[in-house]
């Protein structure tokens, strides 16, 4: 089951930053904690991960707290085509499924 | 970008007929997973895929299903015959490593039972 948990819905201005916080309280030390998003019915599309330290790609920034109890995707200038649940996923290193919540509906609004 | 690719992306069959989904991952990728969604539920787990052999499977995967890497490209997954509660969008995925690379995932093929 999903270690992880998420608000169910949030909303964003466009042009702002989208910040999706999710709380992994039980994360061990091995676990990775992933994002990813789905635009409709499309496949899960990965953004990023990390495993303590905050990292940065050309999607999004991941801030995970110093006890990796809890880490925020921010997504810097959201645009209407960032609408999408966003997922938050742990998964150990050695692990081979991820198993998906239901993640957070986020809705840019123009 | 290399991306794993799905077809069909939309299968319709009979009830009880035999159906397979394909799937060709990332070219550099060593294993190969399939997931399931069924309309509004979550994306669930069903099998890992490692060097010719089944890594991991969930209850789902049961005898009805099975997966098969044919040759140094495909990546199939078989329902040999099939209910209505089969139906649901089948996503594939592929990853470098099991350890912490993440999985990339296929646009899926929505399988359609009547």
């Known amino acids: 089951d999903a270690k992880t948990t998420q608000p169910p819905s949030m909303d964003c201005a466009e042009g702002r930053a989208a910040n999706l916080p999710c709380n992994h309280s039980?994360?061990?030390?091995?676990?990775?904690v992933y994002w990813y998003r789905q635009i409709h019915s499309q496949g899960p599309q990965y953004i990023i991960h990390?495993?303590?330290n905050n990292e940065t790609n050309e999607m999004a920034s991941l801030i995970i707290t110093e006890d990796r109890k809890s880490s925020t995707l921010i997504l810097p200038h959201a645009t209407l085509r960032d609408t999408a649940v966003y997922y938050c996923?742990?998964?150990?290193?050695?692990?081979?499924?991820?198993?998906f919540g239901t993640g957070t509906s986020l809705t840019v609004i123009p | 970008e290399p991306e794993v690719t799905q077809t069909p992306s939309h299968q319709v069959t009979q009830m009880g007929q035999e159906v397979i989904l394909r799937c060709v991952p990332i070219?550099?990728?060593?294993?190969f997973y399939w997931y399931r969604q069924i309309l509004g539920q979550k994306v669930e787990f069903l099998v890992s895929?490692?060097?010719?052999?089944?890594?991991?499977k969930s209850e789902i995967f049961d005898d009805q299903f099975s997966v098969e890497r044919p040759d140094g490209s495909n990546f199939t997954l078989k329902i040999r015959s099939t209910k209505l509660e089969d139906s649901a969008m089948y996503f594939c995925?592929?990853?470098?490593?099991?350890?912490?690379?993440?999985?990339?995932f296929g646009d899926g093929t929505r399988l359609s039972i009547l």
């Open positions: 995925a592929s990853s470098r490593d099991n350890l912490n690379q993440p999985q990339h």
């Open positions: 039980t994360i061990s030390g091995n676990e990775y």
């Open positions: 990390g495993l303590k």
């Open positions: 996923i742990v998964r150990a290193s050695t692990g081979n499924q991820f198993y």
């Open positions: 070219s550099n990728h060593l294993y």
């Open positions: 895929f490692y060097n010719n052999e089944i890594s991991e």
